[in-house]
């Protein structure tokens, strides 16, 4: 069963940067397709990044690109969301997700593993 754990969230001003990570149980991590979600209060979670098993292949949601970057170490079990540049509009508790399989990689049903999230306020 695969468990994980984001931590590094926390309060930060608008344009400044925030460094998120994910840890995963087990040997599993180097086979699954990742992903980072969010939601914000009242509203429906969303797309962020992804990042294949082999962490060759990444796609960023358009509100995010640019400016975040995801990325993964298959040698510790841990993924990690690099955020620059921020601003308000990204408040959200953040969540990784994880898949053996990815067959459409932007929505949240696709992904059978999840962490318990890491809030990031930003504050102007």
């Known amino acids: 069963q695969v468990q994980l754990v984001e931590s590094g969230g926390g309060l930060v001003q608008a344009g400044g940067s925030l460094r998120l990570s994910c840890a995963a149980s087990g040997s599993s991590f180097s086979v699954l397709d990742m992903a980072w979600f969010r939601q914000a209060p009242e509203k429906e979670r969303e797309f962020v990044a992804a990042i294949n098993w082999g962490g060759a292949r990444t796609h960023y949601a358009d509100s995010v690109k640019g400016r975040f970057t995801i990325s993964r170490n298959n040698a510790d079990n841990t993924l990690h969301l690099q955020m620059d540049s921020l601003h308000p509009e990204d408040t959200a508790n953040y969540y990784c997700?994880?898949?053996?399989?990815?067959?459409?990689?932007?929505?949240?049903?696709?992904?059978?593993?999840w962490g318990q999230g890491t809030q990031v306020p930003v504050s102007s």
């Open positions: 997700a994880g898949t053996a399989i990815v067959r459409y990689f932007s929505q949240h049903t696709a992904y059978p593993y």
